[in-house]
């Protein structure tokens, strides 16, 4: 009935875990506001959150204990993030985290989807090239001006840059995927709700070169 926000009670998160929820949350908002059944009211939503996101993540993370501004800007950011994804379902990074974090593996959701977001940003913005140059904006990068698939194409490296600063793992293999995992992985993954909603319409095979790359 009532969420209680209070940035205090999250001083002491350190920093990876501060890091890797982080990016669950720009995941929410992204994959929220990018998909085939975004509505008309989740993009003020998600992409506020995303702005806040770029502009408090790393403070979050390399200052968390002492900043309360970013750590109540990342509270926020969460919240927004969560409300706009709410009715519209995610996309291939929230497909593939599931079953990641199941079975043997057990790889943490949040570190899951830091690592693949950004593949899967690659794989989708040539999808939908306007609302990823909507997010480049958000995350503030120079796209006024651009043709839409020239600023779509600045969300990825953003993200991963964004991702690189404050300390997400360059890949999964350290979480224990190996090659003999991606077929059973990529099995379950193609079940999800969030596969059909995607921006992009995606085979297995494309979906298992995704995580081919995460590894």
Excluded at 82 to 111: C, E, F, Q
Excluded at 128 to 149: I, T, Y
Aim: hydrophobic fraction near 45%; aromatic fraction near 2%; glycine fraction near 8%.
């Amino acid at each position: 009935t009532v969420a209680l926000c209070d940035p205090d009670l999250t001083t002491g998160l350190p920093p990876p875990l501060t890091a890797s929820t982080g990016m669950v949350a720009v995941a929410h908002a992204l994959e929220g506001y990018t998909n085939k059944a975004c509505q008309s009211i989740s993009p003020a939503l998600a992409l506020k959150a995303i702005e806040l996101i770029g502009r408090h993540l790393r403070g979050a993370v390399l200052n968390g204990g002492r900043d309360l501004e970013s750590r109540s800007a990342m509270m926020l950011a969460s919240t927004m993030a969560g409300m706009a994804m709410n009715s519209t379902r995610l996309g291939l990074a929230h497909a593939l985290a599931m079953p990641l974090g199941s079975w043997d593996l057990k790889i943490p959701h949040s570190v899951a989807i830091a690592v693949t977001l950004p593949l899967v940003m690659e794989f989708n913005y040539c999808a939908a090239p306007e609302r990823f140059a909507a997010v480049a904006r958000a995350l503030g990068e120079p796209v006024d001006g651009c043709p839409a698939p020239s600023g779509a194409s600045r969300a990825p490296s953003a993200v991963a840059q964004l991702a690189n600063d404050i300390g997400i793992p360059k890949g999964l293999s350290t979480y224990g995927l190996t090659e003999r995992h991606v077929p059973q992985v990529i099995d379950e993954a193609m079940k999800s709700g969030n596969v059909p909603v995607n921006p992009r319409s995606t085979s297995k095979e494309q979906l298992a070169e995704i995580l081919r790359r995460a590894i």
